[in-house]
């Protein structure tokens, strides 16, 4: 089972940006496809971005289109979010999330329901301010 661990998260004031990362360890990135997610308090866990196994396609929630980029480097083991145009309704935890990919049929597929992912990392705080 690969290990998620993220980083990157802070306090930002609004139109500011941040870059989140989420290493993996213990399996290859590249056996996976990749999710963010973020929940904020008193709220359910929202879809942020996903990507394919090895990056090959994306998807993003409507909130979050044109502001935030999410790409991976199997080399690194590692993913990235990079969020521009910050606002005080992104504040939340961030999470990276993975699905182990078991055929070819699923490996141009980008996953946005967080039942579909079996590893999670722990989470970054991510607070802006207005």
């Known amino acids: 089972q690969v290990q998620l661990v993220e980083s990157g998260g802070g306090l930002v004031q609004a139109g500011g940006s941040l870059r989140l990362s989420c290493v993996a360890f213990?399996?290859?990135?590249?056996?996976?496809?990749m999710g963010w997610f973020r929940q904020a308090p008193g709220k359910a866990r929202e879809f942020v971005a996903a990507?394919?196994?090895?990056?090959?396609?994306?998807d993003y929630s409507v909130s979050v289109r044109g502001r935030f980029t999410t790409s991976l480097n199997d080399a690194k083991n590692t993913m990235w979010l990079q969020m521009n145009n910050l606002a005080p309704e992104d504040t939340a935890v961030y999470c990276c999330?993975?699905?182990?990919?078991?055929?070819?049929?699923?490996?141009?597929?980008?996953?946005?329901?967080?039942?579909?992912?079996?590893?999670w990392g722990q989470g970054t705080q991510v607070t802006v301010s207005s």
């Open positions: 999330a993975g699905k182990l990919i078991t055929g070819t049929f699923q490996s141009r597929m980008a996953f946005t329901n967080p039942a579909q992912y079996t590893s």
């Open positions: 213990g399996r290859p990135l590249s056996y996976y496809a």
């Open positions: 990507l394919s196994q090895s990056g090959g396609n994306t």
